[in-house]
T-cell receptor, first 111, second 115 residues
């Protein structure tokens, strides 16, 4: 059973068209939920950490929120340079010294 | 901004050969990790390393794999006898503290191609 599920798999937006990406997790004992951005041929680039339900973090056009079973990455008025794959990962007590990644949402923003 | 650096960016190796992938973690970080990503699939944990020993490893990290911190700055992943299915992107990561909700910072990876 997947512990981290992201949806949609792919998302195509017009420039300026706001939307949200979803990450749902089934682990218990969450220590942290991370959002990363990954460009083609590159490593994951750290964006945010969320620790507890109700927490929100913002960076430019991105805002991440967390509930007890899922997280959302809201993209407001996206630009073409926001095109990338967005990865969600969880750190949980049963995971010991590793994080578990979802499969990602590939975002394409069209001018 | 400090970053994790990995070399080489691309390694092509014949099946059965040994390969060593190198990483320089962020200088004040104490925890080190290797992950891999097969094309089109998710990032998968291989191993974590702290205080000169393995903290945890996944079922992927079998006897063909080993890690080492040969000096104060480098962290290496060795695959003893490569297989075709070892072809993937290999990412090194480091964190200031152990997982406990601390973000891991990744390098840009080494693309390993096994022929």
């Amino acid at each position: 059973e997947d512990q981290v599920t992201q949806s949609p798999e792919a998302l195509r937006l017009q420039e300026g068209e706001s939307s949200s990406l979803n990450c749902s997790y089934t682990v218990s004992g969450l220590r942290g939920l991370f959002w990363y951005r990954q460009d083609p041929g590159k490593g994951p680039e750290f964006l945010f950490t969320l620790y507890s339900a109700g927490e929100e973090k913002e960076k430019e056009r991105l805002k991440a929120t967390l509930t007890k079973k899922e997280s959302f990455l809201h993209i407001t008025a996206p630009k073409p340079e926001d095109s990338a794959t967005y990865l969600c990962a969880v750190d949980w007590y049963g995971g010991y010294q590793k994080v578990t990644f979802g499969t990602g949402t590939k975002l394409q923003v069209i001018p | 901004e400090p970053e994790v650096t990995q070399t080489p960016s691309h390694q092509v190796t014949q099946m059965g050969q040994e390969v060593i992938l190198r990483c320089v973690p962020i200088s004040n970080h104490l925890y080190f990790y290797w992950y891999r990503q097969i094309l089109g699939q998710k990032v998968e944990f291989l191993v974590s390393f702290y205080n000169n020993e393995i903290s945890e490893k996944s079922e992927i990290f079998d006897d063909q794999f080993s890690v080492e911190r040969p000096d104060g700055s480098n962290f290496t992943l060795k695959i003893r006898s490569t297989k075709l299915e070892d072809s993937a992107m290999y990412f090194c990561a480091s964190s200031e503290q152990g997982a406990e909700g601390q973000p891991q910072h990744f390098g840009d990876g080494t693309r390993l191609s096994i022929l």
